[in-house]
């Protein structure tokens, strides 16, 4: 069961939805329209075998606000190579 994202043109407002089936139209939780732009996704880079993908590093500190604090570090993903 995938999750989209959606924005709403009606309240301005991005929301996630739970999509079961190519049959459910979600409606925005906020005014109830149904007619939504869908919004592009990106998914969370994978691991394997415990280390961190090589094309996309991430920090594995805790973050604190504005990344998780090495040099050239934000937002999660790192500058440097591990």
Same mark, same amino acid.
């Given at each position: 069961?995938?999750?989209?994202?959606?924005?709403? @043109?009606? !309240?301005? $407002? @991005?929301?996630?939805?739970? /999509? $079961? &089936?190519? #049959?459910?139209?979600?409606? !925005?939780? &906020?005014? *109830?329209?149904?007619?939504?732009?869908?919004?592009?996704?990106?998914?969370?880079?994978?691991? &394997?075998? %415990?280390?961190? &993908?090589?094309?996309?590093? /991430? !920090? @594995?500190?805790?973050?604190?606000? *504005? #990344? !998780? %604090?090495?040099? #050239?570090?934000? *937002? #999660?993903?790192?500058?440097? @190579?591990?």
């Amino acid at each position: 069961m995938p999750l989209y994202e959606y924005h709403c @043109d009606a !309240c301005d $407002r @991005d929301f996630e939805a739970l /999509v $079961r &089936s190519a #049959g459910d139209t979600p409606r !925005c939780p &906020s005014c *109830g329209a149904s007619e939504l732009t869908k919004q592009f996704s990106v998914p969370a880079s994978a691991r &394997s075998n %415990g280390s961190a &993908s090589a094309s996309l590093p /991430v !920090c @594995d500190a805790p973050m604190p606000a *504005g #990344g !998780c %604090g090495s040099m #050239g570090c934000g *937002g #999660g993903f790192c500058a440097m @190579d591990n």
